[in-house]
């Protein structure tokens, strides 16, 4: 059994920095992409960023280039989202996700952590 366990979200001010942190079980990290996506209180969900299966490239959501930064650790089966310089607007529940690293690019991901609350002050 698949799951995705998110953790690291909280309150914090501008200009702060977060690290989510996603803990796999039941897969193969390595061989999975890692996905991280958000939704704030009446959006629909959007993607963040995302850690190829290799680990050997990342791609980021225009909103967040330069500021946050995926990353894993295959041997911890643990996926990471630093978020630095955080702004009001990066207040969302965020959500770790996984699919097949071989599958096209369009499938979608299928499995899905229970997400971390991110709340971001003014």
């Known amino acids: 059994q698949v799951q995705l366990v998110e953790s690291g979200g909280g309150l914090v001010q501008a200009g702060d920095s977060l690290r989510l942190s996603c803990e796999a079980s039941g897969l193969m990290l390595r061989v999975y992409t890692m996905g991280w996506f958000r939704q704030a209180p009446g959006k629909e969900r959007e993607f963040v960023a995302a850690?190829?299966?290799?680990?050997?490239?990342?791609s980021y959501a225009d909103s967040v280039k330069g500021r946050f930064t995926a990353s894993r650790d295959n041997a911890k089966s643990t996926a990471y989202l630093q978020m630095n310089n955080l702004k009001p607007e990066d207040t969302a529940e965020y959500y770790c996700a996984a699919k097949w690293g071989m599958a096209p690019a369009t499938t979608p991901y299928n499995y899905w952590g229970q997400g971390t609350q991110v709340t971001v002050s003014s």
């Open positions: 850690s190829s299966w290799g680990g050997g490239s990342t």
